[in-house]
Antibody
Framework: EVQLVQSGAEVKKPGESLKISCKAS????????IGWVRQMPGKGLEWVGI????????RYSPSFQGQVTISADKSITTAYLQWSSLKASDTAMYYC?????????WGQGTLVTVSS | QSALTQPASVSGSPGQSITISCTGT?????????VSWYQQYPGKAPKLMIFDVSKRPSGVSDRFSGSKSGNTASLTISGLQAEDEADYYC??????????FGGGTKLTVL
């Protein structure tokens, strides 16, 4: 069974750094893109970006380019989304998703709350 | 990049059929057959319902169907059931090698 298990909820202050993770299992991690989708409270889905773990090729939404970094560690089949300096506007649920020409499956989500 | 355009809400009675539209441009929906649809219940992760415009993943009811005409894709749910009440999102590949979602549609089963 293909599974994506994300790290737990985080509460951070503005300006702090953060790295959340997504552990993949049940498939060849290096043969599919894996990515992140943001959902702000009460709002819709926003595509953040994707990475191809085999060669670390990465694509970002223009809205998120330079704001976050996506990475992956093939040895532990884990993808990451990180921020160097969080803002209150980064408060959202972040979903990890395996990607082909669609998004499936989805991780359970990681709630990131940024508040002073 | 602007989100794909979906109606904010649609409603229907049990047993009826409803259609949710998703409008983009020739640079996304109109240019590629990589349209997908997702169902999301409150507090839950989205679930893939349709991929490649009209294909259903294993386990998804055949009451769900997808289509595309020009720059507009559509999701049709026939034989509406109470359990179909959820938010629905479309997604599409774009000519910038990125992906876009629609703003989401809340389906209410009356």
């Amino acid at each position: 069974e293909v599974q994506l298990v994300q790290s737990g909820a985080e509460v951070k202050k503005p300006g702090e750094s953060l790295k959340i993770s997504c552990k993949a299992s049940g498939y060849d991690f290096t043969s599919y893109w894996i990515g992140w989708v943001r959902q702000m409270p009460g709002k819709g889905l926003e595509w953040v970006g994707i990475i191809y773990p085999r060669d670390s090729d990465t694509r970002y939404s223009p809205s998120f380019q330079g704001q976050v970094t996506i990475s992956a560690d093939k040895s532990i089949t884990t993808a990451y989304l990180q921020w160097s300096s969080l803002k209150a506007s980064d408060t959202a649920m972040y979903y990890c998703v395996r990607h082909y020409n669609w998004f499936d499956p989805w991780g359970q989500g990681t709630l990131v709350t940024v508040s002073s | 990049q602007s989100a794909l355009t979906q109606p904010a809400s649609v409603s229907g009675s049990p047993g009826q059929s409803i259609t949710i539209s998703c409008t983009g441009t020739s640079s996304d929906i109109g240019g590629y057959n990589y349209v997908s649809w997702y169902q999301q219940y409150p507090g839950k992760a989205p679930k893939l319902m349709i991929f490649d415009v009209s294909k259903r993943p294993s386990g998804v009811s055949d009451r769900f169907s997808g289509s595309k005409s020009g720059n507009t894709a559509s999701l049709t749910i026939s034989g509406l059931q109470a359990e179909d009440e959820a938010d629905y999102y479309c997604g599409s590949y774009t000519s910038s090698s990125t992906w876009l979602f629609g703003g989401g549609t809340k389906l209410t089963v009356l």
